[in-house]
């Protein structure tokens, strides 16, 4: 195969395109980490104000209904995203990942916009409810393109010798924009008396992330291309595309990522909701231990990537699925009435959750040929997410209608164990080339 860094084609596009320097990389990985954060913000913000949000958008005059029909637009959102990962993900693999980063920015700050300032349902009735759901299908639909193509940037971008650090950045900003949403929703329950929370205050979350969202489109504008796509749209193009392994390989990251996903949004989206609604914990005090839980584990983070580099992807992952269907019963059972257990418990629950989301990016990248490793990373992730995470508040709520609590702290255990199985299969990779991902060659020393 020729090489795309020699040449005279090659030199003429080195002096119109110079390859960028550690130092550029590491500004494009920070303008992609706050964009990143505020899309998880903006779309942590909805499952912090679900309660708030199901007595303004739906039927007040049922309860549990209107709780209910508020987590299922959470999880339609999340049935988007398999299809904005594929469109968008496509179009990252053609255009660049830079062009989507930027676009999917701003449709999660349009549908903010909109959430922030529709009507209630005491207002235009169910036309109420509709406007919500499509602005949350709309958010879910640029998620999904966001995830995808963050996740293929930042590994693409890093060092292959540290791509588990730098990736565990993309989880830095998945945890650090969901404790973002928690301490807006600990402040405004803080301030203002519940009545005005309930009637105007959840919508300063959405407002704010709004007007944040231009800084970081100031900060994504500048960003570097990714080098590893640069190399592959200047290459001849000839080497055939291995059908078959891309295959097995969507199906191993969607079972790798269920447990991964349902652990995750369980723990971050809705322990809080069944702390305040169902053990009747103050709301303030159930945000600002969930903040605290999930800044602790936000530090874990940088860690649990480095220890990768060296010790490898599928150990860690390993790891996680026998902590997490160990301690999922046990950590759910101790949830009460006091703030400080449901501290511990997330808290415990979360550094578990972020050993494999540290290694999410660099396993996944290196997993997929260049060619399409944003869209097949756009799809398996996406509806792993979609079918086990998005539905995970939505589930675990029921079954607590139901009377069947544990019949929740089950599923997530048998979707762990799916994890570890998805693990066990998948070969090591930790340190490849992207240029060999999702090939059967020989590992390169030194």
């Known amino acids: 195969m020729s090489n795309v860094r020699t040449g005279p084609g090659a030199a003429a596009r080195e002096r119109a395109h110079p390859r960028p320097t550690l130092r550029s990389r590491r500004k494009s990985l920070f303008a992609s980490t706050v964009g990143n954060v505020l899309e998880w913000y903006e779309w942590s913000a909805y499952a912090v104000f679900a309660p708030f949000i199901a007595t303004a958008m739906f039927n007040p005059s049922d309860r549990v209904s209107a709780l209910l029909s508020a987590l299922a637009v959470f ?7 398999p299809l904005g990962g594929i469109v968008f993900g496509r179009i990252a693999d053609r ?12 449709m999660m700050a349009a549908g903010s916009l909109v ?4 009507p209630t349902y005491a207002s235009i009735g169910t036309w109420a409810s509709f406007i919500l ?11 999904g393109g966001e995830s995808a193509t963050a996740n293929t940037y930042v590994a693409e971008i890093a060092p292959s010798e540290s791509r588990g650090l730098w990736g ?6 998945i945890f650090g924009g969901s404790a973002l949403a928690y301490s807006v929703g600990g402040a405004v329950t803080s301030v203002l008396p519940d009545g005005a929370v309930a009637q105007w205050g959840w919508r300063i979350p959405f407002l704010l992330g709004a007007l944040l969202a231009l800084a970081a489109l100031y900060q994504r504008r500048s960003m570097d291309e990714s080098e590893v796509f640069s190399d592959e749209k200047s290459s001849d193009g000839t080497q055939p595309l291995p059908r078959g392994q891309v295959v097995r390989a969507v199906l191993l990251v969607v079972a790798m990522t269920s447990g991964i996903t349902a652990a995750h949004y369980t723990w971050t989206s809705y322990v809080s909701t069944y702390a305040i609604t169902r053990m009747g914990m103050d709301a303030g005090v159930a945000y600002w231990c969930s903040v605290a839980a999930q800044c602790i584990a936000l530090t874990t983070l940088p860690v649990w990537g480095r220890v990768s580099d060296r010790v490898g992807r599928r150990p860690m992952m390993l790891t996680f699925a026998v902590l997490m269907i160990a301690l999922q019963i046990p950590l759910t059972g101790l949830i009460g009435s006091p703030g400080w257990t449901l501290l511990v418990a997330s808290s415990v629950a979360l550094v ?5 989301g540290a290694l999410l990016s660099a396993t996944m990248s290196e997993s997929f040929p ?6 097949a990373i756009g799809f398996a992730y996406s509806v792993s997410v979609a079918v086990f995470g998005g539905t995970a508040p939505y589930l675990n709520q029921l079954f607590v209608e139901f ?9 997530i255990m048998l979707l762990c164990s799916f994890t570890g199985i998805a693990c066990y299969l998948m070969r090591e990779t930790k340190g490849i080339d992207l240029k060999d991902a999702g090939r059967r060659v020989p590992r390169r020393e030194g």
Do not use: C, D, E, K
């Open 75 to 81: 999880a339609v959102g999340f049935l988007m995203r």
């Open 95 to 106: 255009r660049g990942r830079r062009f989507v980063l930027v676009t999917t920015m701003l």
């Open 115 to 118: 959430i922030g300032l529709m």
């Open 133 to 143: 759901l499509l602005a949350r299908m709309a958010q879910g639909f640029a998620h």
């Open 168 to 173: 565990s950045i993309v989880f830095v900003a």
């Open 352 to 356: 578990v959750v972020a050993i494999p």
């Open 370 to 375: 260049t060619r399409v490793r944003t869209q």
């Open 403 to 411: 009377g069947a609590a544990r019949l929740s702290s089950l599923y």
